[in-house]
């Protein structure tokens, strides 16, 4: 089956199946709740009868923006494979495709970047299908984090799929959002095994999804930026191979990826270029990568009267957008890690 166009035209709901060791619960359009049964999860070879093994819970999600296909091609394989039952699932899983009117119209949004409304944020916009959509998401995800199986669970993760709209010096890479509780190691170092290139460390609360689940239910979680965002048809999925493999692991409860790349360099968010004004500018190039280091010193922006410099340490700028609305980021500023 042509699991993309059954998705797109609202028709997968109703044509795929999955084996009778996972419980399957459509939540909204888009949102497909997968629970292991509870025999699946008893290997007797390894837990005596008095034992039981307590799934992990795991979110996937992809198309938030409507124009990040990739990460749905990617997300439609795995499905695939579980219902065929070539992939063992072994956490309770979340599957969910984020704004699919926006990916029926090859969009990034209709009306709002739905990754700025998530933690009520939605409210404070005019009605439309992102806040909407915003609305539904947090209820789902509320719903879920709410079945027994997933509130017995101890480990908790939301890995957000994306794809960025201009090119990088690193090409895949994580943004973990802020919080003030340690960042689980665990879930580090599956992000470096996965074989990104980055990982960024974000310095204030946002309206992000991976920050929305973070923050309401201590969940390890990231936006993963994993490639250029391309059109449906024109994704070379061999090159999200690593990434593939990671989730395919995650969900079979495997731990067999090991890094191959260089070191994983880290960048800790220090400031936000906002746009305020229809004169803001952005003195770089359209064609300036994510993650290029710029001079100390240097105007990166202007608006009215306001000049934004270059300082040390925050050199290295990430999502410059002139384009973005008033209100809204310009850009990132990011200090390497020492």
Known sequence: MDLLTLLLENNLEHNVCFPPTIKASWLTEGVLQLLPEKSSLQQSSLLSSSQEQAADTLIISAGIHGNETAPVEI????????????????????????NLPALREGRRYLDHDLNRLFGGRYQHFPAGNETHRAMELASVVRQFFNEPVVMASTKRRHLDLHTAIRGSCHEQFALLPYQQREYAADFLQWLEDSDIDA?????????????????HFNTDSCTLEIGQALPFGQNELARFTNMTVALRDLIAGVFAIKRTKPTCERYRVVDAITKQHDSFRLNIPEETKNFTELPECFEIARQQNQSVKITSPANVILFPNARVAIGLRAGLLLAKFP
Do not use: R
Request: proline letters at 2%.
């Open 199 to 215: 990982l960024v460390f974000h310095n204030t609360a946002g309206g992000t999804f991976s920050h929305f689940t973070s923050e």
């Open 75 to 98: 997300l439609l394989q795995l499905l695939s494979q579980l219902a065929q039952g070539h992939l063992p699932l072994q956490h309770n899983l979340l599957v969910i495709f984020g």
